[in-house]
């Protein structure tokens, strides 16, 4: 058994799973335009007097495009905003992000972000117990932790870029909108 399947590819079966840091990292992707930055715990460490000790700086690494990374946020966002993950609204920012329960409710998930900050929350437990509860308990408490971060409502998303195209209510990236001619880049 492994993770290089279709199924862990495209509905998350996962032969190890994934870890809530590692879907954090991933979903900040969306709101990114695209690029991921490794998650760090610190950006700057100073002593008493302000000196710097140590920094971290992620260099951010290319891994979709900007076109599909708006689409995939305005997706997300509605997810919240008219969606399953209602629980996980903020007050003064859109959040966007995607709930998610195992067949026998072993794992709650909820997965989000803001304009600024990306957070997963798994609720489950080592051995597979069956909850008697939703993803939408996850969305809550994510609500809850995010919502006493002091500048989560900061930040903008990203303008639709050049490469999105609308039609009849719906984004496509250039390309990819009913008639065009598919020319794919692989």
């Known amino acids: 058994m492994n993770d290089l399947n279709a199924a862990a590819l495209g509905l998350g079966a996962m032969t190890y799973g ?14 990114n335009g695209g690029e991921r930055n490794e998650p760090a715990c610190y ?5 008493s ?8 700086r ?3 690494v290319k891994v979709m495009d900007e076109g599909v990374a708006f689409i995939m946020t305005d997706c997300l966002k509605s997810v919240v905003s008219r969606g399953i993950a209602r629980e996980a609204s903020l007050y003064g920012v859109q959040v966007g992000g995607k709930t998610g329960t195992t067949n026998d409710t072993a794992d709650i998930w ?7 900050y990306s957070a997963a ?10 909850m008697n509860t939703y ?9 809850r932790i995010m919502g006493q971060i002091p500048d989560v409502a900061e930040g903008e998303y990203p ?10 209510g719906e984004y496509y990236t250039e390309g990819t909108e009913p008639g065009a001619a598919y020319n794919l880049k692989r």
């Open 159 to 168: 303008d639709m870029p050049s490469d999105v195209v609308m039609m009849n």
């Open 43 to 47: 950006t700057e460490v100073t002593d």
């Open 110 to 116: 909820f997965c989000g972000f803001t304009p600024k």
């Open 121 to 130: 929350l798994w609720i489950g437990t080592d051995h597979n117990s069956e």
């Open 18 to 31: 994934v870890t809530p840091l590692e879907m954090a990292e991933a979903y900040a992707a969306f709101p």
């Open 49 to 56: 007097e302000g000196r710097l000790i140590l920094s971290k």
């Open 135 to 143: 993803s939408s308990r996850a969305a809550s408490l994510w609500s």
């Open 58 to 60: 992620a260099e951010p």
